[in-house]
Structure formats: structure tokens, C-alpha cells
């Protein structure tokens, strides 16, 4: 099983690679002195949507916001540019504030975006449909692609395996694009993909691939995949923007749930895909409402797994401008 590294030496790694693309963006100081103008940044999976409608629909700008997606590989990448102060709010997964916080960097969720629920699940494992692999037993030896090594759909993957009996360092992982995870299982570079949607979903269409099992379901029924966060700092001098910025992403969140035929436009455009490859796109919970236990059971996990030194209340990187569900 590959090491895990810091989330500190991902962040330093990350900004090092970042560096020439974010070159050109507005500096923090820049970003405080006009705080209506907010740089996100964000990923391509599916958990994205309600910011594109937001920003498509001029949600913010009606909220007095001039909101500006960067769009970026992944969490590792956007935490990297909020640590440096290229952005000011980052979309990740439950994860990545949740290391950041655990590792001294003051990162808080200001939002949740998206919860997995197992009634409605949006991230599979997928293998070709002639291999011989049935359950997480026949995975032992094997090579298992993941979008990223160090993000709450690991934790998943690492308790779906020990639930089954199976030694975590019997299996190899290998980090992979979303979109890329296809072609690496069509040319056996690895053995099974953990895939989100609309990479998922496109996969399926494919009809060269089935479910091997929806892993997040060992974590629990319902938990936070995607959240917003920033700095405490820039946070708590900007409570009010946040707040707007909440609002609208809100309104754009209900709008995306209802609609989600009519927004798999904007997911395809930003993710580079053909709008074809979504006619099958299963969207996670839709939802910026956060409860303790959306974000406790990714705490739990990651301390279980040695993502993070100790565990914690999640209570301590909830914001409180953030809207909390009963």
C-alpha cells in the first residue's frame, strides 16, 4: 500500500506546480482590497455543477459578488492554491480541510456542496466486464486506480477492503485522472478504477464496463463528499460576502436539483466531455445545509486510517456562517 504523504508536503508540492498557472491570478491582498471579488477553485467532477449554474445564472453577481472559477486538477491542487493565497475558496472533498486543520493550516469549511448517500450513489468501482474479479478478495495482488490517494473516496475504498478481510498492503494504488480512468482499465494499467461522476457515468456508457461495488457505503449511508472551505482568516473578515456567497450557492444548489437535465451542459463544458457521455449522470445528494455527522464520520475514518494524527470534533472546522442542517 502506498504511503500517504503529509497533507503539508502535498500542499508544498502542489504550490511548486502551481506556481506558473496561478501566476497570473490576483493576490490575496489584491482579492481584500475589492472583497467582492472571489477567486474558487475547483475541480471537474460532478460536484462543481451548482458553482457553474451560480456563476452562469448571475446568482453572485446579483448577490454583489464577482465570482471567478479557476479550474484545477484536484482537492491536493486547490487546497495548494488557497494555502497560497492565489484563491480564496477552494471546492474539495470532505477531506481536505479536514487534513489542512489536523496539520496546523487553518483551513474551514464554510459550505457543503455535496453529501454521498448510499439510497443514491454516484461513486462506483468499476472493472472491464470480462475480468476475473467478483469482490474486494479478488482485488488482493492487484492494482486499483484512484482520483486521488488521499481523499474521503480512499477512506471508503480502505474500509470496504478491511470489512472484507483484506489486507490493505495486499493491494496497489495508483493515482489517476477521472477521465482517465477508463483507458487505463482498457489497457490493464490497473485492475479496477474507482470512478466519480460524469467520469462514471461516461465509463458505463461505454458498455465495456461493470460495478464492482460502491465502496463509500462501508463509511456509512450518508456523509459530506464535497465542501467549500478557505482560510480562517480571510473567513472571518469577510463573513459577509460569505454569507452571500452562501445564499446564492444555495439558490444555485435547489435549482441543480431539480434540474439536473437542463445543467449537464454546464458539467460537460467544464469537464471537457461530450454532453452524450452524461445521459446517465447519477448527481450526489445536492445540499450547502451541513450536520456534525456529514463531517464526523470523515473525521472518524481519517483518524482510523492514519490520514490525520488524532481525531477531533467537527464542530472545530465548521463555520459558523455556514448553514447547519437538524
Given at each position: 500500500m502506498r504511503t500517504v504523504p503529509s497533507i503539508a508536503a502535498r500542499l508544498l508540492i502542489a504550490a511548486s506546480l502551481l506556481a506558473s498557472e496561478c501566476a497570473g491570478l490576483p493576490s490575496a491582498a489584491g482579492a481584500q482590497a475589492a472583497p467582492e471579488t472571489i477567486l474558487v477553485g475547483a475541480s471537474s467532477d460532478d460536484v462543481v455543477r451548482p458553482l457553474l449554474y451560480a456563476v452562469d445564472a448571475g446568482l453572485f453577481k446579483k448577490a454583489g459578488l464577482d465570482v471567478q472559477l479557476v479550474k484545477l486538477a484536484n482537492g491536493a491542487a486547490v487546497a495548494a492554491a488557497v494555502a497560497g493565497g492565489s484563491i480564496q475558496l477552494g471546492k474539495g472533498s470532505a477531506l481536505t480541510p479536514v487534513q489542512a486543520y489536523a496539520k496546523g493550516i487553518p483551513f474551514i469549511v464554510t459550505a457543503n456542496l455535496a453529501n454521498y448517500s448510499s439510497?443514491?450513489?454516484n461513486i462506483a468501482m468499476l472493472v472491464q466486464n470480462s475480468a476475473p474479479i467478483h469482490g474486494p478478495k479478488d482485488l488482493v495482488g492487484k492494482t486499483i486506480g484512484m482520483v486521488g490517494l488521499n481523499d474521503s473516496n480512499t477512506l471508503g475504498v480502505y474500509a470496504w477492503l478491511e470489512k472484507a478481510g483484506v489486507d490493505l498492503t495486499s493491494v496497489k494504488f495508483l493515482e489517476?485522472?477521472?477521465s482517465a480512468g477508463?483507458?487505463?482499465l482498457e489497457a490493464?494499467?490497473?485492475?479496477?478504477m474507482l470512478f466519480l461522476d460524469p467520469a462514471l457515468s461516461a465509463a458505463l456508457a461505454?458498455?465495456?464496463f461493470r460495478v464492482l461495488s460502491y465502496p463509500n457505503d462501508a463509511l456509512g449511508r450518508r456523509f459530506s463528499v464535497?465542501?467549500?472551505?478557505?482560510f480562517a482568516s480571510w473567513v472571518n473578515a469577510h463573513l459577509d460576502e460569505v454569507a452571500r456567497?452562501?445564499?446564492?450557492?444555495?439558490t444555485a444548489e435547489a435549482f441543480v436539483a431539480g434540474h439536473e437535465n437542463e445543467t449537464k451542459a454546464l458539467a460537460a463544458a467544464y469537464a471537457g466531455l461530450d454532453l452524450s457521455q452524461l445521459q446517465n449522470v447519477r448527481p450526489p445528494t445536492r445540499t450547502t445545509g451541513i450536520t456534525t455527522s456529514d463531517m464526523q464520520i470523515v473525521i472518524d475514518a481519517a483518524a482510523k486510517y492514519k490520514f490525520i494524527p488524532q481525531d477531533f470534533n467537527a464542530n472545530d472546522i465548521i463555520c459558523k456562517c455556514a448553514t447547519r442542517e437538524k
Open positions: 439510497d443514491s450513489p489517476l485522472g477521472n477508463a483507458a487505463a490493464n494499467r490497473v485492475d479496477a461505454t458498455n465495456n464535497g465542501t467549500m472551505f478557505g456567497f452562501n445564499r446564492a450557492l444555495s
